[in-house]
């Protein structure tokens, strides 16, 4: 019988872990580490106006009134590519402007400014995130995480700091551009 229980036993040994696991990860009891700081797009969308070979985009919606929040976007859209670093060239940053608003605003300087019409500004509007957010889009044009706005300079430097960790990553892993 001794020769049963010792088998018994190194079974269990073996065997134990793995059971206790199963049940830990079936119940949702551990949360798996997060890699990404903003939210991921579900799903994501792609606007072929986006699409541009070899190149990433910070993409941002200019309101018609730019109050802290717009400016804190605004503020992350020049110095995040400049932070890139060596990955520089294959960033751009894109301030959407409606096609009746062209602006030349000092906010502005150092930004593309892309004109669109009412459909594609009505196509952001009904993404989880709407126009209020800071959206990457990859070279074929999906646009893949958002960074909702935020007030205070603390938050909008955390944030400018988060788009950059997770670019950083989405540079160094991409095989698309």
Known sequence: MKKYQLLLVIALVFALPIIIAKVILQQQ????????????????MTITAFSKPQTWQLIYWLPSACDERCQGALFNLRQVPQAVGADNGRLQSVVLVADQQPSSHALLQGLEQHPVNAALRQQLAQLEYGLTSIYIADPHGNLLMAYPLVAGEVAILKQGKDVLRDLKRLLKVSKIG
């Open 29 to 44: 009891w551990y949360q798996g580490g997060v890699m990404n700081r903003g939210q991921l797009l579900h799903p994501t």
